[in-house]
C-alpha cells in the first residue's frame, strides 16, 4: 500500500496558526472521510486529536481542525501554544481495508 | 476508561518469533475492533493488524503471511505474532482499539503505552 505524505516539520511562533498536509490517493484519503490525526509528544503513546477529518474528540482543543480537498488532508492548529510541539501523524482508511499513516510531521513553536 | 497493557519478551532473536499480548480492561472486547501498531526507533507510525470479536481480521499487505492477530474474549486479551523476525522488526509495539464513531470502524481512540521489542542475538 502507498504511504502518506506529510511535510517532515512545520513552525510557527505563540500565537499563530500553522497547517500540515497529508496528502493521499483516490485510494485512501480521495476515497474516504476516514482521515484522522494523532499527536504523540516525546515518549509517549499517540493520541487522538481528529477524526473523520473534521471531527474533534471530547476533551481535545478546538484550536485544532481539519479538512480534506481531493487526496489531500489538512490540520490546522490556531493560536499556537509551546504545548503543542510534538509530532503529528495522519492516518487514513484504504479501499483494501487497511490503514496507511503518514510520516509523521514535527512542530516546533519558536 | 479503556486501559491497554502490552506484555512480551524485549528481545527477539532473528529468525524467531515475537509473541505479544494486550490485556484490555475498562471496557468490552466485544465492543470494537482491536489493533497493533509498530514505531521503529526514532521513526512513523506503521498500521500491522486489525480483529473484530467476530473473527473479521485484516492484516499490513507487507508483513501478511508473517503475522497474526487473536482474541482471547474469556481473558479479554488480543495478542500478536510475528514469525521470522529481523532487526527491521524493532519497534515500540502498540496495542490500539479501533472505534466507530458514527461512520465505519476508523478511528484509533485509545493506546496502550507501547513496549519495546529489540530483535538481535
Known amino acids: 500500500q502507498s504511504a502518506l505524505t506529510q511535510p517532515a516539520s512545520v513552525s510557527g511562533s505563540p500565537g499563530q496558526s500553522i497547517t500540515i498536509s497529508c496528502t493521499g490517493t483516490?485510494?485512501?484519503?480521495?476515497?474516504?472521510?476516514?482521515v484522522s490525526w494523532y499527536q504523540q509528544q516525546l515518549g509517549k503513546a499517540p493520541r487522538l486529536i481528529l477524526y473523520?477529518?473534521?471531527n474533534r474528540p471530547s476533551g481535545v482543543s478546538d484550536r485544532f481542525s481539519g479538512s480534506r480537498s481531493g487526496s489531500t488532508a489538512s490540520l490546522t492548529i490556531s493560536g499556537l501554544q509551546t504545548e503543542d510541539e510534538a509530532d503529528y501523524y495522519c492516518?487514513?482508511?484504504?479501499?483494501?481495508?487497511?490503514?496507511?499513516f503518514g510520516p509523521g510531521t514535527k512542530v516546533t513553536v519558536l | 476508561q479503556v486501559q491497554l497493557q502490552e506484555s512480551g519478551p524485549g528481545l527477539v532473536k532473528p529468525s524467531e518469533t515475537l509473541s505479544l499480548t494486550c490485556a484490555v480492561s475498562?471496557?468490552?472486547?466485544?465492543?470494537?475492533?482491536w489493533s497493533w501498531v509498530r514505531q521503529p526507533p526514532g521513526k512513523g507510525l506503521e498500521w500491522i493488524a486489525n480483529?473484530?470479536?467476530?473473527?473479521?481480521?485484516y492484516y499490513n499487505p507487507s508483513l501478511e503471511g508473517r503475522v497474526a492477530i487473536s482474541l482471547d474474549t474469556s481473558k479479554s486479551e488480543c495478542s500478536l505474532k510475528l514469525g521470522s523476525v529481523t532487526a527491521a522488526d524493532t519497534a515500540v509495539y502498540f496495542c490500539?482499539?479501533?472505534?466507530?464513531?458514527?461512520?465505519?470502524?476508523?478511528?484509533?481512540?485509545?493506546w496502550g503505552q507501547g513496549t519495546l521489542v529489540t530483535v538481535s542475538s
Open positions: 473523520d477529518v473534521t
Open positions: 490500539v482499539r479501533l472505534n466507530r464513531y458514527g461512520g465505519g470502524w476508523s478511528v484509533f481512540d485509545y
Open positions: 480483529i473484530h470479536y467476530k473473527g473479521d481480521t
Open positions: 483516490t485510494s485512501d484519503i480521495g476515497a474516504f472521510y476516514y
Open positions: 475498562g471496557g468490552s472486547i466485544s465492543d470494537s475492533f
Open positions: 492516518c487514513s482508511y484504504t479501499s483494501s481495508s487497511t490503514f496507511v
